[in-house]
């Protein structure tokens, strides 16, 4: 089992900088897969981003990419989302989320709780 616990999500409004942060606790944190998504009122769960074990490969979904920026520290058993020039299309509960096989569709075996992240115009 993997727990994980997102933070530092908030409301900023447009052209401003978040930071999220996943904490991680259980099994072997730096052996899984990690990914962001969101989900917006009345929308599906769409990826975000994604990091393999070793943090060596990196995926964005195209509205992000240039703006977000997706990192973990393994010792510290965090990863993070930066994510700057946001805006309010970007309105949405975000999630962190863990998984043996690097994969960009939502077939995490591990998922948080969920931050709420609100940009205003």
């Known amino acids: 089992q993997v727990q994980l616990v997102e933070s530092g999500g908030g409301l900023v409004q447009a052209g401003g900088s978040l930071r999220l942060s996943c904490a991680a606790s259980?099994?072997?944190?730096?052996?899984?897969?990690m990914g962001w998504f969101r989900q917006a009122p009345g929308k599906e769960r769409e990826f975000v981003a994604a990091?393999?074990?070793?943090?060596?490969?990196?995926h964005y979904r195209d509205s992000v990419k240039g703006r977000f920026t997706i990192s973990r520290d393994n010792a510290k058993n965090t990863v993070y989302l930066q994510m700057n020039s946001l805006k309010p299309e970007d309105t949405a509960v975000y999630y962190c989320?863990?998984?043996?096989?690097?994969?960009?569709?939502?077939?995490?075996?591990?998922w948080g709780q969920g931050t709420q992240v609100t940009v205003s115009s």
């Open positions: 990091i393999s074990w070793s943090g060596g490969r990196t």
């Open positions: 259980g099994r072997t944190f730096s052996s899984y897969a």
């Open positions: 989320a863990a998984n043996e096989i690097f994969r960009l569709d939502p077939l995490y075996a591990y």
